[in-house]
């Protein structure tokens, strides 16, 4: 390779870097606590997954973010092509790493789901719909940490993104709603009684609490799959045990508050403060309780 292709990779790993750290908010916390290659190849794919995800919660009109995704999906990387940075880095990772890039295919799978509008009539179908958008990324994860050769890891790391892409929905009731997406499962809604709907200042309304207890009922749901998930962690080196305790740490944090006070997702989009994430994020990696 010459100094110039070697340049201009180091260039793309580090657009990848910034990337995932000014737009991973959550998910920085836990890269950065592994080695700077993992990192690095984990930038690049967080990268990717990011111009995807954006593609779907972008300004255009559907049938043109059918047709990016589509674009994005044709070229997705291969050895010698080169020309876009993002897909260089992912490219070079992935002749270094396992990495399935045949996860990225599933990732985009479940963003057409997100522009098409697809609703979810059980919880069962929402659990594909996660397993595309964030199971297909704990697989990708996966792929880049060290870890002992195990059979079931693939599947606890998918069941990781699963509770990941739960808390998620449950923290974004409201702006989604506004989008005129809806993730919780209609089987769901009616056992519980409930209509999404906004107040008059554009707040969700619950008049007879059942969409507290819908949250509540999904929070105890999800923290299964986080019992499931986190499994993997004991296969894993020092390093990418804490990443991945991280990462799924600060989620976890999020959903406890959401499950303490679910009307706080009413009015707001939850989160944790920086020195909340930067305080699991050192637990994590003194192999402390997050």
């Known amino acids: 390779m010459t100094d110039q292709a070697t340049g201009t990779l180091e260039q793309a790993y580090q657009l ?13 916390y ?16 967080y990268a990717l997954a990011r111009r ?41 990772a992935a002749r270094r790493l396992p990495i399935p890039l045949e996860a990225f295919d599933e990732l985009i799978d479940g963003v057409e789901m997100d522009v ?71 089987e769901d809604l009616d056992r519980f009684g409930v209509t999404l709907a906004f107040d008059r200042r554009g707040n969700l309304t619950d008049p007879d609490g059942g969409l507290r207890a819908l949250i509540r009922y999904s929070a105890d749901r999800a923290r ?8 993997l962690v004991p296969l894993l080196d020092r390093r990418s ?18 499950a303490a006070d679910p009307s706080r997702v009413f009015d707001q989009r939850l989160s944790l403060s920086g020195w909340q994430k930067a305080g699991v994020a050192a637990r994590a990696l003194s192999g402390l309780p997050t």
């Open 224 to 231: 299964r799959w986080y019992d499931e998930g986190l499994r």
């Open 52 to 92: 995807i995800d954006d593609i779907g919660d972008g300004d255009l009109p559907d049938p043109d973010k059918l047709t990016a995704l589509a674009d994005v999906r044709s070229s997705l990387p291969e050895p010698g092509r080169a020309a876009d940075p993002v897909l260089a880095a992912v490219a070079d």
């Open 116 to 186: 098409t509008g697809r609703r979810y009539a059980g919880f069962d179908e929402l659990v594909g719909y996660c397993r595309c958008v964030a199971g297909s990324v704990g697989r990708l994860c996966l792929a880049v940490f060290d870890s002992r050769p195990d059979p079931r890891a693939a599947g606890y790391a998918d069941a990781l993104g699963i509770a990941l892409q739960q808390t998620n929905i449950l923290r974004d009731i409201r702006e989604d709603l506004g989008t005129g997406r809806i993730y919780l499962p209609q």
């Open 30 to 45: 836990g890269i950065r606590l592994l080695r700077r290659d993992q990192r690095a190849a984990l930038c690049s794919v």
């Open 241 to 258: 045990a804490a990443c991945c305790t991280a990462m799924s740490g600060i989620y976890l944090r999020l959903l406890d508050h959401i």
């Open 16 to 28: 990848c870097e910034s990337i995932t750290r000014t737009q991973a908010r959550n998910f920085y």
